[in-house]
Structures are given as C-alpha cells and as structure tokens.
C-alpha cells in the first residue's frame, strides 16, 4: 500500500478545513472500500498524501425518517440504510437499488454517501493508463475495449459510465444532497452533483465536488414516500457486478420519475418517459413504448452497441413492474 497520512478529523469543520490546507493531496476517509481499493493498487494519480478519516466524528451515521421526508448521514452503511424499517416501508426504491449494489460484505462496509462519489470503474482508469481521469489526454475507452462499462449515450474527455445503483434511485425519488466547505453550505440535486464529466480545478471529475468540499447529509424528500416502485438491473453475474442497464422508476397516482443506470456518464434522468407515465394505466405496450423512447438518440461505442438493447428492456421490465 501507498504510504499516507491519516488525519482524524473531530468535526465537519476540522475535515474541511484539512481539505482546504491541502487541496488535491487529501481525501475523505468514510468506508474506504474504493478508496483503499485505488491505494492498495496503486492508481498514481488518485493517491492522496493525507487521508481524512472522518469516522472520528460523532454522530454523522444517522438514518432520520420523518413526515417530510429521510436523512441519511455520511457514516451511514448502505447495510443500514437497506435494512432500516422506515425505509424499507416508505423509500423501497432505495432499498431494492442498495441491496443490489456491490455485495453484502461490501454493503456492510461501504456508506451510501460513497457509493455516490465512487471513482468511475473503467478498466483503463483502474490499470493506470494515462487517460484524461488519470492525468494524460486520451479516453482509452472510447477508442479500445468498451463492451461494458463505457456511455451508450456519448461523452466528452471519458466514456466511462456512472457505476452507483444507489444514484438512479435517489434521482427517481427527488433526493437532495447537502455539501460542505469551508466557506458554508450548499444543496445539490442528484443530477447537479453527478452532471456528468467535467473539470474541477484541473481535474476530470465525474462529480461537482470542489477538493474542499464534502458530503454532511442527503435528504429524500416525502414526495414519493410508499408510492409503487421498481429497480431492474441487468449485469453479467448476478451475485456481483455494476450495471450493464439499469432503471430506477416510481410512479404514484399522478406523477412518475424514470432514471437510467449505468449507460451514460451520469444517472440519466427521462423526463419524457416520465411525461408518458404520469396520471396513465401501466400496459405492456405503453412499457414497450417508454422502454423504446429510452434509448433514442444512443450512439453506442464500437463494441457496446449490444447495450442500447438491454436499456430498453430494462427500463419496460421497470415500467411494467409499477403497474
């Protein structure tokens, strides 16, 4: 393992605040499932120098249910998410994305605020090729091997798909993030805090996060809260693998929200699906219909076009599923 120094921070403010002392050379110590990961397999350009463990700080591992809606802290395990009652029974959309990510070893470990923020898994990025992600100037996927983690949908510097199950459902469920600095507090959407590839401070990034940024809360509103939801996810082993597809959809009586999983650089939200399901009667052809509208516009890579396919199947099995 890559040598590092581990700070334990004894607040949100003291772990920002190592953040800003030492912007690009610290990192967020939570669960530490990918982050150990990149260290012990030494992935040069994502190695911090100063690891912020923030496990030392009281109180940040709540999951909160109330008449407006949850809280989920950034200590919180997706173990304890998925198993929470009141989740379970209000917010099953999360719940049914949660226990199909990773595997229960991992679940046990990993936060769900993490599981946001995860370091994309392109294979070219985890063997260290010098791709825009890792310092260089290519994306090696867009030009080499991108049967299964590459956009079906295009990209700019990087291909590499968002890879969270947990992200396309809180999308579908309105969720909002509170993030943390040293100058104060802001709210982001899902689709704000993961818009796709972008540039902070030199950086390719696949998250809005600024290096002296962190996550303190997501908040799910109750907007959707026992309303008839359906994760499908379609991968190559089923005991543990990311999405080749997925969809996250909820529908109540009079509104519906569709979100698309591991086909683009971002959960990719379908407002015009969920145009089509709002206020209508769940049939197989209006399914059909949403399943097809999905994948319009595509433009799959040169060996990830078998992909558009299972998209569109995931998203009908979805939309069948809320009937």
């Known amino acids: 393992m890559q040598n590092f120094q581990l700070y334990q921070a004894a607040s949100v403010a003291d772990a920002v605040s190592m953040l800003d002392q030492n912007v690009g050379h610290a990192k967020i110590l939570a669960g530490g499932t990918d982050l150990l990961s990149r260290n012990k ?65 991992l679940r046990n470990m990993a936060t769900l605020v993490g599981d946001l923020v995860q370091e994309t898994w392109c294979w070219y990025l ?38 969270s199950d947990i992200a396309p459902a809180l999308s579908s469920m309105d969720a909002t993030v509170t993030i943390t600095s ?89 407002p015009a699906g969920e145009a089509m399901l709002k206020g209508q009667t769940v049939t197989s052809s209006l399914a059909s219909s949403i399943g097809a509208a999905s994948v319009a516009g595509a433009t799959p890579l040169a060996l990830n076009a078998f992909r558009v396919g299972l998209a569109q199947t995931a998203v009908t099995r979805a939309v069948m599923a809320v009937a």
């Open 182 to 270: 040293p100058s104060g507090s802001r709210t982001a959407t899902i689709q704000q805090l993961l818009p796709g590839i972008t540039m902070i401070n030199g950086t390719v990034k696949a998250d809005s996060l600024a290096p002296n940024e962190m996550i303190t809360d997501v908040f799910v509103p109750s907007t959707f809260a026992g309303a008839k939801a359906n994760f499908t996810k379609i991968r190559v082993r089923p005991s543990w693998d990311f999405a080749l597809a997925s969809a996250a959809v909820v529908k109540s009586s009079n509104d519906a929200r569709i979100t698309m999983g591991g086909v683009d650089v971002q959960p990719r939200r379908f």
């Open 41 to 105: 397999n030494l992935i040069t350009y994502h190695l911090p120098q100063i690891m912020v463990d923030i496990t030392t700080i009281p109180n940040l591992s709540y999951v909160n249910v109330d008449s407006t809606g949850a809280h989920i802290g950034p200590l919180a395990k997706i173990s304890d998410v998925v198993n929470n009652p009141q989740i379970i029974s209000n917010y099953n959309l999360i719940v049914q994305a949660g226990t199909q990510a990773a595997s229960p070893q």
């Open 126 to 163: 985890r063997y260290d090729y010098a791709c825009w992600r890792n310092g260089g100037n290519t994306c090696f996927g867009a030009i080499g091997d991108n049967r299964y983690y590459h956009s079906i949908f295009g990209g700019r510097l990087c291909y590499a798909t968002h890879q």
